[in-house]
């Protein structure tokens, strides 16, 4: 069978590329190798309880509801306020001033740094500026800038020069947040407190940019999943194909051909892979290839791409508890950052490297517990937004740390990963007992969990990465500037463009939309010239 386009993975990228491209009328194909799609946007019930298991809240960033609005696609969405919390004091992150709420929490716990907490905020400040003015508008990529004149000359020429006149001062935070934070101050715990739940070596232009993007957090009303399943909905109504369980395996670059892993044969004129990078370069036939410069070009991306580190994966608890919303609801909202020590995790994040490597299981055990004790636990709580995702008088939580591939994957070798699993589950229930959920311990009537290891299976993302490359890669193999982002549909390969996080760092679910739709409007624009048909 042969298609104007095929598109490779069903996550959000994949999703918005194929819609899009059905929107204009053209025969797509998109192959998932799950038996779902969503990628890393995905719920699932158990039992009666709604957990989501990838993203826990949506940016909007001025891309997904304008994506939205243009396929006339209907998501309803309710407000997701974020909490903050470290030992008992707990903000809730409303508005722009809840900053000062945020000020007098970290004076509260580190008295002796108030001036240090003061500089901090004003660094905070600025960021949360920029970031203002970077998705401060509707997206152009999302707009008929030929019809729409208003918006083109009252949005979007007002904030191109707003845009030049921030992105220069930006630069300064282009560094990790630790090494500018300790610029700042020398208390390491509240420099932990502060940056501990990003990514090792996140810029600081992201991570300080993060106390504004709490204020745009939404969530879909039927959780994450119907996102995926709206715009999944809207491709099979345009006509396309979805194939799910479909694995490409092999691509013919030449013939524009396709195998999957039952050998079933696929022809394209544009084919999207809107998967994991790595998984591209492994599947062109090279041989099949005749033109040498292309040849040379997709060997310096595979020379580019080995040894690259995907960014942090998450261990997450899923949890179902015999205790009714409204004891939640008098401690967070439905999306709770919880610390429970002010001391910090750098003092046990030192050790991460050697006990990755480490054989007895005594000393990965007490790195872990150590661990659950000082990090940040991202706790979601659905039912909190919408009653109706858990039974009456019942509620369910997923609660995610940030985790190490290298840790878990040396577990697993070791032979004691379910044992790890069991522990680590009974941790950090035990942690958040003596915290902040006095109660929950003895009323647990569900616990499971996963891993990076978990993610990395169901997703193909390498090495479980949640938001595409790591930070701490010597050199991206991504577009990493803003001013760029219409490049990260290029591939060296005739007629293949690429969508997705792994095209663009740092990632997220915007990141993803965007790149989908970057990725279609050329497929569009090559097809209307009449290339490879």
């Not at 394209?268 to 033109?291: G, H, M, R, S």
């Not at 994966?313 to 179902?320: K, Q």
């Not at 990465?465 to 490049?487: E, H, Q, R």
Request: charged share 25%.
């Amino acid at each position: 069978m042969r298609y104007d386009a095929v598109i490779v993975g069903g996550g959000i990228a994949g999703l918005t590329s194929a819609a899009f491209l059905t929107k204009k009328g053209y025969k797509i194909m998109l192959c998932e190798k799950e038996d779902n799609v969503g990628g890393l946007a995905s719920s699932f019930y158990y039992d009666g309880f709604l957990f989501d298991s990838g993203a826990r809240g949506i940016i909007d960033s001025g891309i997904v509801k304008p994506m939205l609005k243009q396929l006339d696609i209907n998501v309803e969405f309710v407000k997701s306020v974020v909490t903050i919390g470290i030992e008992k004091e707990v903000i809730r992150v409303e508005k722009i001033d809840s900053l000062n709420d945020y000020r007098e929490m970290l004076v509260k716990l580190y008295p002796d740094s108030e001036n240090d907490i003061d500089v901090i905020l004003r660094e905070i400040k600025k960021v949360m500026d920029y970031m203002d003015v970077l998705y401060g508008i509707e997206n152009p990529l999302f707009k008929d800038l030929k019809k729409d004149k208003e918006y083109l000359l009252k949005t979007l020429f007002p904030w191109l020069f707003k845009f030049a006149a921030k992105s220069g001062k930006i630069k300064k935070f282009n560094v990790p947040v630790y090494d500018y934070l300790s610029q700042l101050t020398d208390n390491q715990s509240l420099i932990d407190i502060i940056s501990q739940h990003f990514f090792q070596k996140t810029p600081a232009s992201f991570a300080l940019s993060y106390f504004s993007l709490y204020l745009d957090y939404e969530y879909p009303v039927k959780g994450t999943l119907d996102l995926a399943e709206k715009l999944k909905e809207y491709i099979i109504k345009s006509e396309g194909v979805i194939k799910t369980g479909t694995e490409i395996k092999i691509i013919d670059s030449n013939n524009k051909s396709l195998l999957d892993q039952n050998n079933q044969y696929y022809e394209y004129d544009q084919l999207i892979w809107a998967a994991d990078t790595n998984q591209l370069y492994k599947a062109i036939e090279l041989e099949t290839i005749n033109d040498n410069k292309i040849k040379q070009e997709i060997e310096g991306q595979k020379k580019l791409l080995r040894g690259k580190r995907a960014g942090d994966s998450i261990y997450s608890l899923y949890l179902a508890v015999d205790l009714d919303k409204h004891y939640f609801q008098k401690i967070s909202s439905g999306h709770f950052f919880y610390t429970p020590d002010k001391t910090g995790q750098s003092k046990v994040f030192k050790k991460l490297k050697t006990v990755s490597q480490a054989t007895e299981k005594q000393e990965i055990f007490a790195w872990m517990s150590e661990y659950l004790e000082y990090t940040t636990y991202e706790i979601a709580i659905p039912s909190l937004r919408n009653e109706e995702l858990a039974p009456k008088g019942k509620t369910g939580l997923i609660v995610s740390v940030l985790m190490d591939y290298d840790y878990i994957s040396n577990i697993e070798s070791l032979g004691f990963y379910e044992e790890f699993k069991h522990f680590a589950e009974d941790k950090m229930i035990t942690v958040l007992d003596n915290s902040i959920y006095g109660s929950i311990k003895e009323k647990v009537i569900h616990q499971f969990s996963s891993t990076p290891l978990t993610i990395e299976r169901l997703s193909g993302n390498l090495e479980g990465g949640i938001t595409g490359w790591s930070f701490t890669n010597d050199v991206i193999p991504a577009i990493t500037k803003m001013t760029k982002i219409k490049k990260t549909s290029y591939t060296p390969i005739p007629d293949i463009l690429q969508a997705g996080q792994w095209t663009f760092s740092p990632s997220g679910l915007p990141i993803s939309v965007l790149t989908g739709k970057i990725a279609a409007d050329k497929a569009v624009q090559t097809l209307k010239k009449g290339k490879g048909k």
